[in-house]
């Protein structure tokens, strides 16, 4: 087996390459840049030799059939794209092209070289974006808040387009926020806790933040890479949900963090220049699918997870403090 793993320099990509190279994958990376320094998920996990590179633009469609037709991949699991909803505000144009025009372009590959070829497409929940019944289901109406989101709904669709009307195997896993330690620094989580650390050691007075009274579905990614391959193994192509099924405020995930680190709560300034234009109030969603059907299991709470991830914060810090 052969699988792609656009993005792979990300966080979710890493894992899934742990995970697939454990099952026996030859694993090629489609990266926009293959210098090293892109690699420090990959080096983390200490994965990095074992993966194939191909650099190349997921916006030349050309250049994806070349490496189709190089490869031969039983599996492509999409995970490019801009993913941050804060610059897609700064940058729509960019944001929306790049994530819609990659992904037509690898389902158009797909359908002109191989149409034997399974599909995963990283769908978001921030596609539903006002979201009036809760919890997220896959009948769920989407209403998309953002630049970032209407990409994501575009590609989504798109997905479903392909797999009617040329019978692909292509699915759409629809994931609700997930961290690691791997979590890029302009993610909330991620920057809670790099400031809290930079808080405590005295190298940052306070920790700013925009509107932390909003509530989102947060879990473990690892665990939600799981899912993206238990759906390329189900016996039909179909969209699933991947969340942990409850939401928590931001605010009571800065409350946790500095309650385990022993930092006061007025070192948070709540700055309304960091508030997003639209925002989406509270979203949680309904993973019974996935477990009924794929056999994915979660049970995390995010205090769990949140302990996980202060004691790893911690550990690299000691570990880089000692190497110096």
């Not at 990300?10 to 190279?21: F, M, S, V």
């Not at 989101?149 to 692909?168: D, G, M, P, Q």
């Not at 800065?254 to 508030?275: A, C, H, M, P, R």
Request: proline residues 3%; negative net charge; hydrophobic residues 40%.
């Amino acid at each position: 087996m052969t699988a792609f793993i656009t993005g792979i320099s990300g966080q979710d990509g890493a894992y899934l390459a742990q995970l697939l190279l454990d099952k026996g994958y030859t694993v090629v990376g489609i990266t926009r840049n293959n210098h090293p320094t892109n690699h420090y998920n990959l080096t983390y996990l200490g994965i990095q030799d074992k993966i194939i590179f191909e650099e190349g633009d997921l916006c030349d469609l050309p250049f994806i059939i070349r490496i189709i037709e190089k490869h031969n991949p039983t599996e492509i699991y999409n995970l490019a794209a801009q993913s941050s909803v804060g610059l897609s505000f700064a940058q729509p144009t960019a944001t929306i092209h790049y994530n819609v025009s990659s992904v037509l372009n690898l389902l158009e590959a797909i359908r002109i070289v191989d149409n034997s070829i399974k599909f995963y497409q990283a769908s978001s929940s921030e596609m539903f974006g006002k979201v009036v019944n809760l919890p997220v289901t896959t009948t769920t109406p989407m209403h998309p808040l953002s630049p970032y989101a209407i990409s994501k709904a575009t590609n989504y669709w798109t997905v479903v387009n392909f797999r009617e009307s040329y019978n692909l195997f292509v699915c759409n896993g629809i994931l609700f926020n997930h961290e690691s330690y791997l979590r890029s620094n302009t993610f909330f989580v991620k920057k809670v806790l790099q400031d809290s650390f930079k808080i405590k050691s005295g190298k940052l007075e306070f920790l700013r933040v925009g509107n932390i009274d909003v509530k989102r579905d947060f879990g473990y990614a690892p665990k939600y890479v799981e899912a993206m391959w238990l759906m390329l193994q189900h016996q039909e192509p179909r969209d699933f949900i991947i969340c942990s099924g409850k939401s928590i405020s931001l605010r009571h995930i800065i409350e946790y963090v500095f309650k385990k680190l022993g930092i006061d709560g007025s070192k948070v300034v709540v700055d309304q220049n960091l508030y997003r234009p639209v925002d989406i109030v509270d979203i949680y969603g309904d993973n019974s699918q996935a477990r009924e059907l794929l056999g994915w299991s979660y049970s995390m709470t995010f205090e769990e997870v949140l302990d996980q991830l202060i004691q790893e914060e911690a550990t690299n810090l000691h570990n880089q403090k000692n190497d110096r």
